[in-house]
């Protein structure tokens, strides 16, 4: 057999995995059927947040009794899931962001161990779709070579997105604590070059599959859905990512979203439209696979894991 860094990769993994001292890990996979579209959420694992990342520009006084309730202690670093979506409609196997990779936190960056256990190999993803650039969404797009992860994908991310983290400025304006993200998604999306696509708010990515602008997490985040009438699925990617207080006060702003003002308008907006026509939404960051409902609860809303 002629070795190839690819084939090295998937020899050294598998040869990893049949070590007779590793335990078999059940790999959590929730699979639902929207129309004519197959979801299935797969883990790319978890992060470790410092609980101010997220809690830190709200109302504390107004938000001890919505801990309180959820029963989460305010200062303890929050370890929320990571959700990767994919689809499956006729030829097409879609992949909704790509997980972490090797290079952002230890926790994380599974996805491909998640997929083996699906039973899909990388060269079987016809179409990757990103919700947006972060670590933990894009990150995982190339391997340990710097070669494209799927390699048999059309790569798509929103126009605006993509325009944001090739500009050169963003580095220098997104922040210090943001900065390696800029530098990051740069660096892949530059590596990928041609690979990518981009699209515009609107656009229909395959038949029955539109994106939708939802800015404010970052300036070009698309949400995705399909469906429709009674059976309708939103994939929300970071609108919302926690579900502490993310359902409950959608219009507070959160520290997770880089424009917050924008973020908390554009969440409640989206809360509004699929508790309104009662849309299943997936949520990058939520809990049981993220798969779930959006009620009207109070003055906001409850997500009812599927
Ligand atoms: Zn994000």
Redesign the pocket.
């Known amino acids: 057999m002629q070795i190839t860094r690819r084939n090295l990769i998937l020899s050294t993994a598998a040869a990893a995995v049949s070590g007779l001292a590793l335990p078999r890990r059940a790999w959590a996979q929730t699979t639902v059927q929207i129309g004519d579209f197959e979801v299935m959420t797969l883990s790319d694992g978890t992060l470790t947040l410092p609980a101010d990342f997220i809690f830190g520009p709200m109302d504390q006084a107004a938000l001890a009794p919505i801990l309180a309730e959820a029963g989460v202690e305010r200062s303890a670093p929050l370890t929320p899931p990571c959700n990767v979506t994919l689809l499956r409609k006729g030829d097409a196997t879609i992949l909704i962001d790509t997980g972490a990779g090797f290079a952002f936190q230890d926790s994380a960056g599974q996805l491909l161990d998640a997929l083996d256990a699906a039973g899909i190999a990388p060269d079987d993803i016809t179409h990757v779709l990103f919700t947006?650039g972060?670590p933990?969404?894009l990150w995982g797009v190339l391997d340990d070579f710097d070669e494209a992860t799927f390699f048999n994908a059309e790569h798509i991310m929103g126009d605006i997105e993509y325009d944001y983290w090739m500009d050169p400025a963003t580095i220098n304006s997104i922040g210090e604590a943001r900065a390696s993200f800029a530098a990051g998604a740069a660096r892949r999306l530059e590596t990928l070059g041609d690979q990518v696509t981009r699209i515009a708010d609107g656009a229909e990515v395959i038949s029955g599959l539109r994106a939708q602008w939802t800015p404010g997490?970052?300036p070009g985040h698309l949400c995705f859905a399909l469906g429709d009438g009674a059976d309708q699925l939103m994939i929300i990617?970071?609108v919302v990512?926690n579900d502490h207080v993310g359902f409950a006060r959608p219009d507070w702003i959160t520290g997770?979203d880089q424009d917050e003002a924008l973020g908390a308008s554009t969440r409640a907006r989206l809360m509004d439209q699929c508790a309104s026509d009662d849309i299943t939404i997936i949520g990058y960051h939520l809990p049981n696979g993220g798969i779930g409902k959006v009620t009207r609860a109070g003055d906001g809303y409850r997500f009812e894991a599927a």
């Open positions: 947006h972060h933990d969404h997490h970052t990617g970071d990512t997770s």
